[in-house]
């Protein structure tokens, strides 16, 4: 069974960065899609970022030019780049592939 890990998370100031990974348990070659969700207390849950095997990405609008999405296919890896970050980025991130998602990272950011 594939499962999930991110890590990288932690308390940043605004305007900081920080890199997200979310480590698979077995090849991501399997995998057509990776993409990263995002929880803030009291909200849904919410996409924030998709990477499709093509190497095609799709941002949500609010952390587009800010946020970008990448694979290591031979270290079966996912990371998030988060740059210029701001207080409302601050949630529990997801790493998710279809069906499977991480246990989540808490990114706090502070003003």
């Known amino acids: 069974q594939v499962q999930l890990a991110e890590s990288g998370g932690g308390l940043v100031q605004a305007g900081g960065s920080l890199r997200l990974s979310c480590a698979a348990s077995?090849?991501?070659?399997?995998?057509?899609?990776m993409g990263w969700y995002r929880q803030s207390p009291g909200k849904q849950r919410e996409w924030v970022a998709t990477r499709f095997s093509t190497g095609t990405t799709n941002y949500a609008d609010s952390v587009k030019d800010r946020f970008t999405i990448s694979r290591d296919n031979a270290k079966n890896t996912v990371y998030l780049q988060m740059n210029s970050l701001k207080p409302e980025d601050t949630a529990v991130y997801y790493c998710n592939s279809g069906l499977t998602w991480g246990q989540g990272t808490l990114v706090t950011v502070s003003e």
């Open positions: 077995g090849s991501i070659f399997r995998f057509n899609t």
